[in-house]
C-alpha cells in the first residue's frame, strides 16, 4: 500500500527523498512525511496529512533541511486515521529512532501494551510505533548496532510489513527489514536507495536488488550488507531496470491513466516478443520439465480485482485450446474454501505488482499442497515470482494510476501466451496452429492503436453521462469479463454505481434495475466468429430498449444489424472472438477516466485506493 523512500549518499537527501515519494504517492496519498538525518548529529522530522504537497508546503514555509540520509512515506491508511499526529516516520521516547513502515504489524495491541507498562508513551494510533519504541529498547540495552536491532525487533513481530529505520547518532546508514511487502535496492554510484519501487529511483540509477523474504538490509554511501534474522549474510537478487524515467513520466497528457491507455500497444507487442522460438511458446523463467506442464489435468488462476478480470479471460482461451478444467478464484477466498489441489494442478497466480497480498498467501497454499505455481506478474524480482515454479511477466513499464490499463491488457495476453504452451505441451496444437495463433496475436497491438485512434466520440459521451447515477454492462462469453472490468473502472475512478452482468443473466434479476434512459453498456460478439452469440446478445439489446435502457453498444465494425438497437455505437475492429478483449476494453478504459475527469476527480488517484493491497 505504503510508499517508502531511503538514500544515503552524497547528495541533498531532502530532494531525492521527496522526489521519490512524488514518484509513489500512487501507492498512498492519506498523509506524507520525511526523517533527514544531520551528519553532526541531529535528526529532523516533518509530516502532513493529505497529499504531498501538504508536506511540500510545510517544508517550503520552514528551513531548509540540511543531511546526506533520509527516509520518507507516502501513506494508505491502516491503523490509524489519516491524521498529522498518524504520519510517518514515527519515531521513540527520545526522538532518536524514526521508522517508516508498509504493511500491518498484527501482534501490535500486545506489544504496545508490554511497552505502556515500562513506560513508553505513544503518541499516535498506529500499529508502527510499536517498532520504533522495540527498536530504542534493543539499542539502549545493548548499544547495538541499527541492523542487529532491527534484526531483533523484526523477530518479535507478526504480519507482513517493510520496515525502514534511522538514528541520529549512527549517521550514514540506513536500515531496512521486509516480510511479504515490497522492497528494492537501488545500487548508485557512491550512494544507495531503498523503495516500495525502482520508480522512485529510477532517475539515480536503473541497477537494483530485489531483497527475498525475512531478509535486513544496511545500506551506506559505499554499499550495502544484506543478512537473514539470524545475522547470517546473505545475498539479495541484483536485476537491471528496463526501462527509463521518461516511462514513469506523463509525457504531455494530462493524467497518467491516460499516457498508460495510449502505450497499450507498446505494451502488449512487448509482452508477446520473444515468446515464440523455434515454433513453440517459451515462458520467462522455468523450474518445470515440459513432462510437468504435460501432466497438468487442472488449472486454477487466482488473483484479485482487475487481475481475476484477465483470469476470467484466460479461462476462455486454456479451456478452449487445451480442454483442460480451468477454476478461477478471488483470491482472498482460495486458500479459506479449502481447494482441492494436487502436483497435476496447475495454480496460476496473476498480480500486476508481484506482492499482493491475498495472492501471494494464495501462492503459498498451492505449493503447500504440492501444487505447480505459475506466475504472471509485471514486476521483475517480486514476491510472488520468486516463490513460483514458472513466471510469465507483462511487460508494460512503470504503471502510476491506481486504476490499472496497459497491466491489465498485457496480463490478458500473457494468459493467451499460457494457454498456447500448455496446448502446444500437451499435444493438443500443433506448430503450425500455434504459429497462426500467435501471428494473430502479434496483430492485435495494431488493432488496439487502430481503436485508440477513434475514441473522441468516446469521451464526449462520457462528458454527456457524467451525471448519471448507474450505468449497467452487459456481455456474453469473453464479453462478460469485459463488462465487469468496464463497471469496475467506472467504479474506482467516478464513484458511480456501476454493475456488470452476463448478458444472458438479465431475465433473471438484472433487468428489473432498468429505468428509463438508464445508461447499459452491452459488448456484442463478432457476428461472424459465434453467430449464436451474437443473435443472444441482440435480443437483450431488444429487451434493455424496450424498458427505455439508453444503449451504448460497443461491436465489430460494419456489423448493420447492431446499428437500430444502439443509441451510440462504438465500433471496433475485427478479430478473432478470445482476442476481442483487447480492443473492446479499451473504449471503456477510455469512457471512465473521461467520465471521472468530467466530474472533476483526480483520475490517477481515486479516493480510498491504492495500487498494490499488500495487506489482507
Not at 560 to 571: C, F, Q
Amino acid at each position: 500500500m505504503c510508499g517508502i523512500v531511503g538514500y544515503v549518499g552524497s547528495q541533498d537527501a531532502i530532494d531525492v527523498v521527496i522526489e521519490g515519494l512524488r514518484r509513489l504517492e500512487y501507492r498512498g496519498y492519506d498523509s506524507a512525511g520525511v526523517a533527514i538525518v544531520d551528519p553532526a548529529g541531529g535528526m529532523r522530522t516533518e509530516r502532513r496529512a493529505g497529499a504531498l504537497s501538504n508536506l511540500d508546503k510545510q517544508l517550503a514555509e520552514g528551513s531548509r533541511i540540511a543531511g546526506n540520509v533520509g527516509i520518507g512515506h507516502t501513506r494508505w491508511a491502516t491503523h490509524g486515521a489519516p491524521t498529522d499526529r498518524n504520519a510517518h516516520p514515527h519515531v521513540d521516547c527520545s526522538g532518536a529512532v524514526a521508522v517508516v513502515h508498509n504493511g500491518i504489524i498484527e501482534n501490535f495491541a500486545a506489544l504496545r501494551e508490554r511497552l505502556e507498562s515500562a513506560g513508553h508513551e505513544f503518541a499516535s494510533d498506529t500499529d508502527t510505533e510499536v517498532v520504533a519504541h522495540l527498536l530504542e529498547v534493543e539499542i539502549g540495552s545493548t548499544d547495538t548496532d541499527l541492523a542487529a536491532a532491527m534484526r531483533a525487533v523484526c523477530s518479535q513481530l507478526v504480519g507482513a510489513f517493510t520496515l525502514v529505520a534511522v538514528h541520529r547518532d549512527r549517521p550514514g546508514v540506513v536500515v531496512a527489514a521486509r516480510r511479504s511487502s515490497p522492497l528494492v535496492v537501488g545500487v548508485g554510484d557512491g550512494e544507495m536507495f531503498l523503495a516500495s519501487d525502482v520508480a522512485a529511483f529510477i532517475a539515480h540509477t536503473r541497477e537494483a536488488v530485489a531483497l527475498g523474504q525475512d531478509q535486513v538490509v544496511e545500506i551506506r554511501s559505499d554499499g550495502y550488507t544484506v543478512t537473514d534474522l539470524q545475522g547470517g549474510t546473505t545475498d539479495g537478487q541484483p536485476f537491471h531496470v528496463d526501462w527509463n524515467l521518461a516511462a514513469a513520466e506523463k509525457g504531455g497528457h494530462d493524467f497518467f491513466m491516460q499516457k498508460e491507455i495510449e502505450e497499450q500497444p507498446t505494451a502488449v507487442a512487448d509482452t508477446l516478443r520473444g515468446h515464440l522460438v523455434d515454433g513453440r511458446i517459451v515462458l520467462d523463467e522455468t523450474r518445470l520439465a515440459e513432462q510437468d506442464l504435460r501432466e497438468i489435468d487442472k488449472v486454477f488462476v487466482v488473483a484479485c480485482g482487475t487481475a481475476f478480470h484477465s483470469g476470467l479471460i484466460a479461462k476462455y482461451a486454456i479451456e478452449h485450446w487445451t480442454r483442460v478444467p480451468v477454476e478461477v478464484e478471488i483470491a482472498s477466498e482460495f486458500r479459506y474454501r479449502d481447494p482441492v489441489l494436487d502436483r497435476d494442478t496447475l495454480v496460476v497466480a496473476v498480480s500486476q505488482s508481484g506482492e499482493t497480498a491475498d495472492t501471494l498467501e494464495a501462492v503459498r497454499h498451492a505449493r503447500e499442497q504440492r501444487a505447480r505455481v505459475l506466475s504472471i506478474c509485471n514486476t521483475n524480482g517480486a514476491q510472488i515470482p520468486r516463490e513460483s515454479d514458472a513466471v510469465l511477466y507483462t511487460r508494460s513499464g512503470p504503471e502510476v494510476a491506481v486504476a490499472s490499463t496497459k497491466c491489465f491488457l498485457t496480463q490478458v495476453t500473457a494468459g493467451y501466451l499460457l494457454g498456447l504452451a500448455l496446448a502446444q505441451v500437451q499435444g493438443k496444437k500443433y506448430e503450425d496452429e500455434v504459429a497462426a495463433d500467435f501471428a494473430a496475436l502479434e496483430a492485435m497491438p495494431r488493432l488496439i492503436a487502430q481503436t485508440l485512434s477513434t475514441m473522441d466520440p468516446v469521451r464526449a459521451l462520457a462528458r454527456e453521462l457524467a451525471g448519471s447515477e448507474t450505468i449497467l454492462f452487459l456481455g456474453r462469453h469473453v464479453g462478460y469479463p469485459v463488462a465487469l472490468e468496464g463497471a469496475l473502472k467506472l467504479k474506482e475512478l467516478s464513484y458511480m454505481h456501476a454493475e456488470g452482468f452476463p448478458a444472458g443473466e438479465l431475465k433473471h434479476g438484472p433487468i428489473a434495475l432498468i429505468d428509463d434512459g438508464m445508461p447499459v453498456v452491452v459488448v456484442v460478439p463478432d457476428p461472424g466468429a459465434r453467430g449464436v452469440l451474437h443473435d443472444k446478445v441482440l435480443s437483450n439489446l431488444a429487451e434493455v430498449r424496450a424498458r427505455g435502457a439508453r444503449t451504448i453498444v460497443i461491436a465489430t465494425a460494419g456489423d448493420e444489424r447492431v446499428r437500430r438497437l444502439a443509441d451510440h455505437l462504438i465500433e471496433v475492429p475485427s478479430t478473432p472472438t478470445l482476442y476481442a478483449p483487447l480492443v473492446t476494453t479499451v473504449p471503456l478504459q477510455v469512457f471512465a477516466a473521461a467520465v471521472a475527469d468530467a466530474r472533476g476527480y483526480d483520475v490517477d488517484k481515486p479516493r480510498n485506493l491504492a495500487k498494490s493491497v499488500t495487506v489482507e
